[in-house]
């Protein structure tokens, strides 16, 4: 692993105390595996004496080794938090003691211990994102035409998995595989999951489960809970958490990946208490952690299909046929952004058109050039993160200026940079390239003429379609479809018009909506954590005014501020 500052922390005599009131100590000799690929979990390990290294394909001839760690280092990443099953072995590479520490253990010294809280997460993330650059972890072998290769390819981008993708065409490494597993064609694409099962066109779900991170093995709850929140992006991991830490059962539904269109943010700038910014996967991670710390009930790969209600109780059914009975509901299941009206879109989406810009999608562009369509600031927070690797970033806006769509910090950054150039009243017209995107299109202003730009990816970040269609229009909404809240409703749209709908409530009692899916909301990850938090205060209020009573909950005051 590349030597980076802040990825091997040595720990001082103080942290390590604290750590043993967590942990236990033992011996270990030379060779001795601390834990292995396909473990279901494992410990934190600090080193107190010796040496370690992790190792990737451990045994096989073909095994590399990672990097190693030393006195008071500590080993582990981002996924042993998340649940993750472990995908490198560690291994004492000399006789020593070691302090082990559970996962459920390090959740609470993650809990509890602010300072060392924030020194093991930044870590992990920083470890993890090493290992993405690296391609560690899991295998993906598919062809860039399969549309279920694009698929299995956003799911392990927007899950912010490590892994590696191999081309089915032109790749030997892939043909060599292939052969050895004895893999037909037809059963493309297949995931290689380290120390685990190899994965034949895996469903999302089945993905998720094959790697542990789907949710409990019992599924939803029996008996129903209190409040279901559906989307778990920054508005309903909110809610969820706040929900929770009320007293309220709580269950949290996601479809794709925890901390929605925000997790894939490399870094926001403009979010409350952090000056030098955090990133996506970092504010899902620590909400991800507060939400486990109060008791919520997460599951993954989640789709909700439809909506009932009935006297007062909802009702909402999954893609794999479970069915969840709650008191009350928040919707948080967001927006998508909209693609571009272009022929050959499905051919290279994926494979060189993108609708998020994280490290995987970076790496896949290489040094670039690349052009960003929209004048949003997730536009501008892709441009800049895109900036650190290209050589050349184009952003494409059909207005006349960025200021007009985009805030003043993003603007004034974009501004300074001189490997970004902004590109006005322009529009991609067409995609260039055979095998792969080799460049766009443009027309500029009011020329006829299209010029060409040579790109080897197209962010398309414009636009937005809520994430709406499993409700069935039971919902009032918008005419474009987003739906409405509180007195935005007319009267002839509410379900009960003698309930006026409180302010983020829907046209039906007892459901609530928040973030990119309501319409009218502000796209920020701010407001949209504002809304979940506010939300599961209207939630008391609508069981008050309903005369429905619920054990143990109680809505907060000014000083149970958990977030």
């Known amino acids: 692993m590349p030597s980076e500052p802040g990825r091997s922390p040595v720990l001082d005599a103080a942290q390590l105390e604290v750590l043993r009131r967590y942990g236990a100590e033992r011996d270990v000799a030379a060779g001795d595996v601390l834990f292995a690929d396909g473990d279901d979990s494992y410990d934190l ?17 073909d095994q590399r080794i990672i990097t190693s760690y030393g006195r008071s280092q500590f080993l582990g990443e981002i996924g042993m938090l998340t649940g993750q099953k472990a995908y490198l072995t560690a291994v004492a ?17 993650l809990a509890q211990e602010p300072g060392l809280s924030d020194l093991i ?11 993405t650059r690296l391609g560690s972890g899991l295998v993906l072998i598919g062809s860039r035409f399969d549309p279920d290769t694009r698929r299995l390819l956003e799911i392990l981008a927007r899950n912010r998995l490590a892994s590696r993708w191999l081309e089915l065409e032109g790749s030997p490494e892939a043909e060599t595989m292939l052969r050895d597993l004895d893999v037909p064609a ?4 297949i995931v290689i999951v380290p120390g685990g099962p190899l994965l034949r066109n895996p469903s999302g779900r089945g993905l998720l489960d094959a790697l542990g991170m789907s949710g409990t093995d019992a599924g939803f709850p029996a008996g129903g809970c209190d409040l279901l929140v559906v989307g778990g992006g920054p508005g309903g991991l909110a809610a969820s958490v706040y929900g929770a830490s009320e007293g309220l059962t709580t269950t949290l539904a996601e479809e794709t990946a925890l901390g929605g269109q925000a997790g894939t943010s490399s870094r926001i700038e403009n979010y409350l208490g952090f000056p030098a910014g955090l990133s996506g996967e970092e504010l899902a991670a620590r909400a991800v952690l507060q939400a486990q710390k109060f008791g919520v009930r997460i599951e993954l790969a989640a789709r909700a299909i439809s909506l009932s209600s009935d006297h007062g109780l909802h009702q909402v059914r999954f893609d794999d046929g479970q069915t969840v009975q709650a008191t009350s509901v928040i ?25 998020a810009a994280t490290q995987m999608e970076a790496q896949a562009c290489g040094a670039g050039p690349v052009a960003v ?15 650190r690797t290209c050589t050349e970033v184009h952003i494409i806006i059909r207005g006349d200026a960025l200021a007009a769509t985009m805030s003043r910090y993003l603007t004034e950054r974009i501004e300074r940079d001189p490997r970004i150039t902004v590109s006005t009243r322009a529009r991609v017209t067409a995609l260039i ?38 409700l069935g229009g039971q919902l009032a909404e918008d005419t474009h479809g987003f739906l409405l809240t509180g007195s935005d409703i007319p009267a002839a749209m509410l379900e009960d018009p003698s309930r006026a709908p409180l302010f983020l409530e829907t046209s ?24 979940g938090s506010m939300a599961v205060r209207l939630v008391f209020a609508r069981l008050q005014a309903s005369g429905a009573a619920v054990a143990d909950a109680r809505p907060g005051g000014e000083s149970d501020e958990q977030l």
């Not at 997460?121 to 290992?131: G, K, N, V």
């Not at 037809?186 to 694409?189: S, V």
């Not at 967001?334 to 993108?354: Q, S, T």
């Not at 766009?440 to 060409?452: I, P």
């Open 45 to 61: 390990i600090v080193m107190l004496d010796g040496t370690s290294e992790i190792i990737e394909r451990y045994g096989r001839p």
């Open 93 to 109: 590479s000399s006789a020593g003691r070691v302090l082990a520490v559970p996962v459920a253990q390090l959740r609470v010294v």
């Open 121 to 131: 997460l930044r870590t992990f993330l920083l470890r993890h994102s090493i290992l």
């Open 186 to 189: 037809g059963d493309l694409p």
């Open 331 to 355: 919707i948080a299941t967001g927006a998508r952004y909209n693609r571009l009206p272009l022929d050959r879109m499905a051919e290279f989406e994926g494979v060189g058109v993108y609708y």
């Open 373 to 387: 369509v929209g004048g949003g600031n997730s536009a501008g927070q892709a441009a800049l993160f895109l900036a």
């Open 433 to 470: 390239g055979t095998d792969r995107l080799e460049g766009v299109k443009l027309a500029l202003g009011s020329r006829s003429e299209a010029s060409e730009l040579g790109v080897k990816g197209l962010f398309g970040c414009i636009g937005a379609q809520p994430g709406t269609g499993w």
């Open 508 to 531: 039906r009692p007892g459901i609530f909506c928040v973030g990119d899916v309501r319409s009218g909301s502000v796209k920020r990850a701010a407001a949209a954590v504002g809304e």
